[in-house]
Nanobody, 126 residues
Framework: QLQLAQSEGGTVQAGESLKLSCGYRGYRSRCIAWFRQAPGKEREGVATIYGDSGITHYTSSVKGRFTISQVNWENTVYLQMDNLSPDDTATYYC?????????????????????WGQGAQVTVFS
């Protein structure tokens, strides 16, 4: 079993930054991701970090602005979000795959992820 606990989100002005954290307890999943879901839209993958190598992948809309990272001794994954825009407004979720995962982390398929954080609202106003 794996438990994920997220930090709270926040409300910021366009162009500002915000950092989300996701603490995990149980074991270190091979693939951890951040997803987001805006009202009326499907949940979309934002960024992933894979295995011991720490290989990262980002959806095109956040590339160059968001950074996913992990601190193993803290059992925590972070999402640093810079130069935020109103289009980034959504509920953000961290997610992790189970032990039997055999997929491709960079694909960010919702169905591949067995464990989810509680969500954090991020609101960006112009």
């Amino acid at each position: 079993q794996l438990q994920l606990a997220q930090s709270e989100g926040g409300t910021v002005q366009a162009g500002e930054s915000l950092k989300l954290s996701c603490g995990y307890r149980g074991y270190r999943s091979r693939c951890i991701a951040w997803f987001r879901q805006a009202p009326g839209k499907e949940r979309e993958g934002v960024a992933t970090i894979y295995g011991d190598s720490g290989i990262t992948h980002y959806t095109s809309s956040v590339k160059g602005r968001f950074t996913i990272s992990q601190v193993n001794w803290e059992n925590t994954v972070y999402l640093q979000m810079d130069n935020l825009s109103p289009d980034d407004t959504a509920t953000y979720y961290c997610a992790a795959v189970g032990r039997g995962y055999a997929g491709y982390c960079f694909e960010m398929k919702v169905g591949d992820f067995d464990y989810w954080g509680q969500g954090a609202q991020v609101t960006v106003f112009s």
